[in-house]
């Protein structure tokens, strides 16, 4: 587990980095959270650590990070909101890319025409 101040600490030093994230607001979530996680610099597994730490709440490992990634699961409204604290993404942007990611994904499996 992270402790809340080595991820504060990237935070700030990614801010200072001054690296830009991407502005699309047509991504599907797992793409955004994925191409984010590797402009910090961090795996799956320092990701998940990083979530674990901040929300306090242990149920989370790689392999959902990894699901959300490849669009087989798009977090809730929970872990977004500690995705976007952990991420440095606005709340916005990731409920738009929630959004596309079940459109998306229901046009798939034919429930939208």
């Not at 502005?23 to 590797?38: C, F, K, M, Q, Y």
């Not at 998940?48 to 490849?70: K, M, P, Q, T, Y």
């Amino acid at each position: 587990m992270w402790p809340v101040s080595n991820v504060e600490s990237m935070l700030t030093r990614e801010t200072r980095a001054g690296s830009p994230l991407r502005s699309s607001d047509s991504e599907p979530i797992g793409r955004l959270i994925r191409s984010v996680r590797r402009e910090r610099g961090l795996t799956q597994y320092e990701l998940a650590d990083a979530l674990v730490s901040v929300s306090g709440n242990d149920s989370l490992g790689r392999d959902e990070v990894s699901r959300w990634e490849r669009g087989k699961r798009v977090p809730g409204p929970y872990w977004q909101q500690w995705l976007g604290n952990v991420l440095g993404i606005a709340p916005d942007r990731l409920r738009s890319s929630a959004r596309v990611a079940r459109e998306l994904r229901w046009q798939q499996i034919g429930l939208v025409p």
